[in-house]
C-alpha cells in the first residue's frame, strides 16, 4: 500500500474507531452522537410538505450541559442527513422562548 492509501486509510479507521467507542460508552450510536445517554424521546415533528423530522430527547448523565437532544433528520432522493444538536436546561428554555417570539411576530406579520 502506498503512502496515499494509509494517509486515507488511518483517519477513516480512527474515525470508525471513535465512533464506535462513543457508541458503547453512551449506550448507542445516537446517543454517541449526542455524547449522552438517551433517557427518552420528548416528541418527534414531521415538518410539512418535507421529508424532514424533528426529534427531541431526554439526555441523562453527569453533565447537566447536555440535557437536552434536538435531532434533525431530512432525506430525499439524494441521501439522508442527520443533525445532533446538544441542549443544555437552560439553552433549552431560551430557545423555547425565542421560538415563541418568532411564533408571536409572523402571527403579527400575517395580519
Same mark, same amino acid.
Given at each position: 500500500?502506498? *503512502?496515499?492509501?494509509?494517509? $486515507?486509510?488511518?483517519? &477513516?479507521?480512527? /474515525?470508525i474507531?471513535? $465512533? &464506535?467507542? %462513543? !457508541?458503547m %460508552?453512551?449506550?448507542g450510536?445516537k446517543?454517541?452522537l449526542?455524547? !449522552?445517554?438517551?433517557?427518552g /424521546?420528548?416528541?418527534e415533528? /414531521? $415538518?410539512?410538505? %418535507?421529508a424532514s423530522?424533528?426529534r427531541v430527547y431526554?439526555?441523562g448523565?453527569e453533565?447537566?450541559?447536555k440535557a437536552i437532544?434536538i435531532e434533525?433528520v431530512t432525506?430525499n432522493?439524494?441521501?439522508?442527513s442527520? !443533525?445532533?444538536l446538544?441542549? !443544555?436546561? @437552560?439553552?433549552a428554555t431560551q430557545l &423555547? /422562548?425565542l $421560538?415563541?417570539?418568532?411564533v408571536? @411576530?409572523s402571527?403579527r406579520?400575517h *395580519?
Amino acid at each position: 500500500m502506498g *503512502h496515499l492509501e494509509w494517509f $486515507l486509510l488511518v483517519p &477513516a479507521a480512527a /474515525t470508525i474507531v471513535y $465512533l &464506535a467507542y %462513543r !457508541s458503547m %460508552r453512551y449506550g448507542g450510536f445516537k446517543a454517541g452522537l449526542f455524547g !449522552s445517554r438517551i433517557i427518552g /424521546t420528548a416528541g418527534e415533528l /414531521t $415538518l410539512a410538505g %418535507r421529508a424532514s423530522v424533528v426529534r427531541v430527547y431526554v439526555l441523562g448523565g453527569e453533565f447537566p450541559e447536555k440535557a437536552i437532544g434536538i435531532e434533525a433528520v431530512t432525506s430525499n432522493q439524494d441521501g439522508y442527513s442527520m !443533525s445532533p444538536l446538544v441542549l !443544555s436546561r @437552560d439553552e433549552a428554555t431560551q430557545l &423555547a /422562548t425565542l $421560538l415563541q417570539v418568532a411564533v408571536r @411576530d409572523s402571527q403579527r406579520a400575517h *395580519h
